[in-house]
C-alpha cells in the first residue's frame, strides 16, 4: 500500500491526516501562528497541525462561500479565523505529541 493510500485512510478514518505508521513529531507553537497568520482563512494551520480533515472543511468552505458571494462571505471567514485565534492554543496542545 503507498504512503498516498495510508493518508487517505487516515483522513477518512478521522486520524486528522496522521498515517498509524508515522511518528509523532513535535509542533512548534511559532510556526502553527505563522500559518494561521499566513494561511489560517484556508486552514493552513490546521494542516501543519495535522488536523488535515478540519483544514479541508476550512479550505473548501471559505474559498466556494467567497466566490459564490462575490465577496461578502470574507466578513465570516474573517470572523472565522479570529476565532481559531483563539482555539489555537487548545489544537496545538492536542496535536503535540
Do not use: C, K
Not at 512548534?28 to 484556508?42: D, S
Not at 462575490?70 to 496542545?93: C, M, N, S, T, Y
Amino acid at each position: 500500500m503507498s504512503s498516498f493510500d495510508q493518508l487517505v485512510r487516515a483522513v477518512l478514518s478521522g486520524q486528522g491526516g496522521r498515517s498509524p505508521t508515522s511518528p509523532p513529531r513535535a509542533v512548534r507553537p511559532g510556526i502553527a501562528l505563522g500559518f494561521w497568520f499566513a494561511l489560517g482563512l484556508v486552514g493552513g494551520h490546521r494542516f501543519y497541525l495535522g488536523d488535515t480533515a478540519y483544514g479541508l472543511i476550512m479550505l473548501f468552505v471559505n474559498v466556494s462561500l467567497t466566490v459564490l458571494t462575490g465577496g461578502e462571505w470574507l466578513i465570516a471567514a474573517f470572523i472565522w479565523w479570529v476565532v481559531e485565534l483563539l482555539l489555537l492554543p487548545r489544537a496545538i496542545e492536542s496535536a503535540s505529541p
